[in-house]
Each structure stands twice: as structure tokens, then as C-alpha cells.
């Protein structure tokens, strides 16, 4: 049994996750450990539901970390019991991702074992850091470079033919949590299209210098800066210049000419059966089909309007 207080005046929902699973890294019994070099935990992964897209990124992290040769042996949070955490005990190294950040540094105390703290790998840049931050600590670089070279063959293909004939110069509408438009925005630089609106649901606290700048160069607006009816009136409201707003569905009203993707925190009208990934490689596939989806109808609901 873990006690959780209740200090929901102090912080916001992301300070409310962390916080959990500070409680079970303080809390749960992680003696008789077995750590091997080859095995490592990954701490701070945002479980928000147990359906098919973040079955799918938990497949996605076994499978980048596979290809550094690293056996992925437990993910807080994964939407299992106490004892899949508690499989972090025979890790030989705890990777931070910013969701959960003090859980894994008490972790990697406890244990004994090295952290390294990275951000999300959303889009190919921020793929290709995550999996070269981790070689760089477990002693795999060389490993890294070839995987990921033989992921960009694969991919960059596709990815090139669709941003070249749909995606760039496009506009994009954003809210999302800070650490989710951190990534997003590097991956939508990537494919050419433009960030016109960055609406951040939930604190700085967590993000790096790096992609406060970035965010802040697109005039990214804080939650907490705003009043209740203006977070209301940005959510319901996206930019009308914007040929898709990626959003989640707190306050469901769609957008006029832009098309909807929910996504995010909370998404009431999305709920994937089968796993499809947002983060590493296999998620760009995903974003470059589900952004190339949504313009392709932005275009075809302001050609009937155009028509009117």
C-alpha cells in the first residue's frame, strides 16, 4: 500500500503524475536485484491509457532499445502491476524521459546504477538523439549509428515524397502538454510546415533551455499564464489561418477550415485497436500519414466552402 497525498492547489496534472511515481520509486521493495549491462529501465513514459497507441510506443521503445542491443526490462509507467515496475531492479541503467524525472533519479540512486535523462523521440532528430544519448551511456555508439542509419534508409524515403507533395508550407494549430509540442514542433521543422499557434497545457518545468527557445520562438503560451476563459477560448479556437490543429478534447468544437486531430491529453475521439506508435521511426510513419490525412480534407472542406 502506497499512500498519496493530496496537493493538487500546488502544482498541475503533470506535477500529479510525477509525483505518483515518486511514490513508487520511494515505496516499492526492489531488493534481490539481478542488474545486468545489457538491461535497462526507462522511467517517466506518460501511460495516459492502456490503448493502442501507447501499447504501440511501448513496443516502439523495446524495439529502438533492441536495436542498441539493450533489453528493455521495465517501463514506469506501463499500465501493468506493481511488479512489472518492480523489474527495475535488475536494470543496469534507468533512462530518464521528462515525465517522471525525480522517480529516476531516486531510482538510479537506489539501484546504484547510471541515469541518463532524455527528451522525447518524436520525429527523426529527437529519435536519432534518444537513441545516441542512451549509446552514449551504455557504451554503444557505433551500434547506435548503424541503426539508425538503417532506420533513415527505411523511412526517409516516404517521409520525403509526402512532405514535398502535402505537408510543406502548411500551417499547424498546437496544444498540447510542454513536452509533447517540444517534439511535435521539431517533427513538423522536419517536414516543412509551419507552427502558427503553440498553446501549452501544463508548466515549463522539466523542459530543457534547448526547447524553451524553440517554443518560445513560436510564441508558446503557458496554461498557467492564462485566465480560465481564455485557456477555454484558445482551446475551443484555434489559429483560422491553420490547416490542422493537433489538439486534444477538453473542449470539443471543430475547427472551421482546419482539420482535427485529437491527440494529446485527453482524447475522448481517437482510440486506436491496434498499436500505432506516436514516438521513435515507426511514429513518424505515423504522424507524416495522419498530417498528410488531415490536409488532404483541410483542402477539401475550403474547396466546398469556396464553392458556397
Same mark, same amino acid.
Given at each position: ?17 510525477? +509525483?505518483?511515481?515518486?511514490? @513508487?520509486?520511494?515505496?516499492?521493495? $526492489?531488493?534481490? =536485484? *539481478? /542488474?545486468?549491462?545489457?538491461?535497462? &529501465? ?43 515496475? +518492480?523489474?527495475?531492479?535488475? @536494470?543496469?541503467?534507468?533512462?530518464? $524521459?521528462?515525465? =517522471? *524525472? /525525480?522517480?529516476?533519479?531516486?531510482? &538510479? ?43 533513415? +534508409? ?155
Amino acid at each position: 500500500l502506497i499512500l498519496l497525498e493530496s496537493r493538487s492547489l500546488e502544482g498541475d496534472w503533470l506535477d500529479g503524475y510525477a +509525483r505518483v511515481v515518486q511514490k @513508487a520509486a520511494e515505496n516499492l521493495d $526492489l531488493s534481490r =536485484a *539481478r /542488474p545486468g549491462p545489457g538491461k535497462v &529501465a526507462l522511467v517517466g513514459h506518460m501511460m495516459d491509457r492502456n490503448e493502442g497507441d501507447q501499447v504501440g510506443n511501448l513496443r516502439e521503445f523495446r524495439r529502438l532499445l533492441k536495436g542498441l542491443g539493450l533489453d528493455l526490462v521495465s517501463v514506469w509507467l506501463d499500465g501493468k502491476n506493481t511488479e512489472s515496475l +518492480r523489474k527495475a531492479r535488475d @536494470a543496469g541503467c534507468i533512462i530518464s $524521459l521528462p515525465y =517522471a *524525472r /525525480p522517480a529516476a533519479r531516486t531510482l &538510479a540512486k537506489t539501484l546504484e546504477i547510471p541515469l541518463v535523462e532524455v527528451g522525447l523521440p518524436i520525429g527523426i532528430e529527437k529519435t536519432s538523439r534518444f537513441l545516441r544519448q542512451v549509446a552514449g551511456m551504455t557504451g554503444r555508439r557505433d551500434r547506435a549509428e548503424a541503426f539508425i542509419d538503417k532506420e533513415l +534508409r527505411r523511412i526517409i524515403p516516404s517521409v520525403r515524397e509526402h512532405a514535398f507533395r502535402y505537408l510543406a508550407g502548411r500551417k499547424v494549430s498546437l496544444q498540447q502538454d510542454p513536452h509533447l509540442a517540444a517534439g511535435i514542433v521539431s517533427l513538423l521543422d522536419e517536414l516543412g510546415m509551419e507552427t502558427t499557434q503553440v498553446l501549452l497545457v501544463g508548466q515549463a518545468a522539466g523542459l530543457s533551455k534547448a526547447e524553451l527557445e524553440v517554443l518560445a520562438a513560436r510564441g508558446a503560451v503557458f496554461e498557467p499564464e492564462l485566465t480560465t476563459s481564455a485557456v477555454c477560448e484558445k482551446l475551443e479556437d484555434p489559429d483560422p489561418g491553420a490547416d490542422v490543429a493537433i489538439a486534444g478534447t477538453l473542449f470539443p468544437r471543430s475547427p472551421k477550415t482546419a482539420t482535427w486531430i485529437p491527440f494529446g491529453y485527453p482524447n475522448y475521439f481517437s482510440h486506436p485497436v491496434s498499436p500505432r506508435p506516436f514516438v521513435g521511426f515507426e511514429g513518424v510513419l505515423w504522424w507524416v500519414e495522419r498530417l498528410t490525412e488531415a490536409v488532404i480534407q483541410a483542402e477539401h472542406r475550403a474547396g466546398q466552402m469556396l464553392r458556397r
